[in-house]
């Protein structure tokens, strides 16, 4: 392994689509890490799905090998990172295991929200911030303006920007020189006691848990027996290395190094990502800080398919956290979909992108039930309670009060779109707190508004009046009071718990309304009326219908007496009634699905 001295450890941060992955691709083939003809783009974004929607979900680890100018060789480890606010924590967690930041902004939009968001958060560790301006090589790229903003908006020297086209390979090799001399080395003992961070894992099928981990002091080795400090579990260390594209066999990991080990470790639950790994003969005194508790903000409850499916769901539940530690979950049931769980997640995508990744790694079929946010509810005994689960909502005549969580939004747009982008503030129940222009053409505006507008179709709205141009951002600030109701959805009179949802009272009958209208036209039709209705209690504010098939009983009666028509028009007419009082509603799983898109969908 390379001596501390010759080793960088660095992330790149940024807004979304600001050229992160594109940077990593360029270095990676500079590195010659890749042959050519192998070489494909978002080379480290490795899941389909990320490929797919061009975005990067996980944070993923690289060693890059560099010969500088000096004539020594260094070890350079990049972690890639997400640029989307629903993965921030993962952002988090690749900062920490670094020494310095590449923060890249795009010479054609210049500082967005997520680029302060994510600088501030390397600030907090510490990090040496070296501002690079990507995509010089567009046409519409204002390289003048962009560094006035770094100096502006981020209070970074423009001077200290480096120029680089990740797209071209521009400006690479200064790039590279940059890193080596910019960013410091790790600081830390070869000889010490071992001490690294888990800063994420991985399920291998054959090899149980790998663990990635950077190593801040010590050094470890093939046979070492290691202790995780979170539950003095054991192991020996059957193999280990670096990442290079690919798992590669390392002799050890001294102090500053990334990478990965391998232990047998078969149960899931006793690798926790943010805890420190240590000898288990020569124990370091006191375990590295960690990560601070994930706060999810959304929560859904996820159900199999074919109730059968539970254990298989669970063990995939398990697996899924190991690699994605801001996911939470816990048992669940319902009446209408049987035994589940409740999970907890940073976000919308956050929801989506777990949904989808539980179809394609682990091919488990599962519905999502709306998502909901966690509100607090006073009861008139004076006690508090959380509630996240319409289930667990008390009777209106017991609860004092309700509080909800509320956000503060940050949205840096073009000031064309203000007026646009206020109307929707204002529908969403949002309070301006603040407006300031940036500079001629872009505008900041801070709204204080309730999370759970933002749930639905918040960012894709903001996305579409703006062309795609304004940037948002957001921080939970807190708990207000609010007017809180229950809304049921009932299906020929008998309530279905899976579609319950707390609503504010202002917005409950259009959301009623709107179910309503979508359940209509995914319930296939009987031979009897089947009402949908919304209710809060016993108030119903909402009913759609779907009306009856009609079975044509007087097809075979041609020509007769009309009294033996209406015999048989009659005997039908009492078989519906009777029908009616016995039949069941069967909702097919694509109703669920279908309440849970927004209009445009």
């Known amino acids: 392994m390379a001596q501390t001295q010759y080793i960088r450890n660095f992330c790149i941060i940024a807004h979304i689509d600001h050229g992160k992955s594109t940077l990593a691709d360029r270095l990676i083939q500079k590195a010659r890490l890749v042959e050519d003809r192998n070489f494909q783009d978002q080379i480290l974004d490795n899941m389909d799905i990320e490929r797919e929607r061009g975005i990067t979900i996980k944070s993923q680890a690289v060693t890059l090998p560099y010969m500088a100018l000096d004539g020594h060789e260094y070890e350079l480890n990049l972690v890639d990172t997400p640029g989307h606010v629903d993965f921030s924590y993962e952002v988090s967690r690749a900062i920490s295991s670094c020494e310095g930041a590449l923060l890249l902004v795009d010479a054609t939009q210049g500082v967005q929200a997520q680029t302060l968001s994510n600088m501030y958060l390397a600030l907090e560790h510490n990090l040496e911030i070296v501002p690079v301006i990507n995509k010089i090589d567009m046409p519409a790229a204002d390289i003048e303006e962009t560094k006035r903003q770094i100096e502006k908006d981020l209070g970074l020297d423009p001077r200290g920007a480096l120029l680089v086209s990740a797209r071209q390979g521009t400006g690479v090799d200064e790039l590279f020189e940059a890193i080596v001399k910019r960013f410091p080395p790790p600081a830390g003992q070869v000889d010490a006691p071992l001490r690294a961070l888990i800063f994420d894992c991985h ?36 193999a280990l290395g670096v990442f290079k594209l690919a798992l590669i066999e390392a002799a050890e990991l001294s102090a500053g190094s990334v990478g990965y080990i391998i232990a047998g470790v078969k149960t899931v639950a006793d690798v926790r990502v943010g805890d420190t790994v240590t000898g288990a003969d020569r124990p370091c005194e006191k375990r590295l800080p960690g990560f601070r508790e994930v706060k999810p903000v959304v929560f859904s409850s996820i159900y199999p398919m074919d109730s059968n499916d539970y254990e298989e769901l669970r063990v995939s539940m398990e697996k899924l956290t190991l690699n994605d530690a801001s996911l939470i979950y816990e048992k669940d049931s319902s009446a209408a979909l049987g035994f589940g769980f409740r999970c907890g997640f940073l976000g919308l995508l956050h929801l989506e992108v777990i949904q989808e990744r539980l179809e394609r790694e682990f091919g488990q079929s599962v519905i999502f039930t709306a998502p909901s946010v966690k509100y607090k509810v006073k009861l008139r005994n004076g006690e508090e309670i959380d509630v996240d689960n319409p289930g667990d909502y008390p009777d209106e005549g017991r609860i004092e009060g309700a509080e ?24 969403k129940r949002g309070v301006q707190t603040n407006m300031s222009y940036l500079d001629e053409k872009r505008v900041e505006l801070v709204y204080d508004m309730p999370l759970a507008e933002v749930l639905f179709d918040f960012y894709d709205r903001l996305k579409s009046i703006s062309r795609g141009y304004a940037s948002f951002d957001y921080d939970i600030t807190g708990y207000k009071a609010t007017e809180l109701a229950k809304l049921d959805i009932l299906l020929n009179g008998k309530a279905v718990d899976a579609l319950s949802c707390l609503v504010f009272k202002g917005n409950a009958q259009g959301r009623a309304r709107f179910i309503c209208e979508r359940l209509r036209d995914e319930i296939p039709r009987q031979q009897f009326k089947i009402p949908i209705q919304g209710a809060i209690g016993s108030q119903i504010i909402a009913r759609e219908t779907v009306n009856a098939l009609r079975k044509d009983v007087l097809a075979k009666c041609y020509g007769g007496d009309i009294t033996r028509k209406r015999k048989l028009l009659e005997k039908q007419k009492e078989g519906k009634k009777r029908m009616k009082t016995v039949g069941d509603v069967e909702l097919p799983q694509r109703a669920f699905l279908a309440v849970l898109k927004s209009k445009e969908e």
């Open 404 to 427: 909800e969580p509320y956000i503060r939004a940050s949205v840096i747009s073009p000031a064309a779109y203000l007026g646009n982008i206020m109307n929707l503030c204002m529908e």
């Open 203 to 238: 399920y291998d099928p054959y090899r149980g848990v790998v663990v990635h981990l950077r190593v801040f002091d010590g050094c470890v080795k093939r046979g070492m027996k290691i202790c995780f400090m979170s539950n003095n579990s054991s192991y020996e260390v059957e």
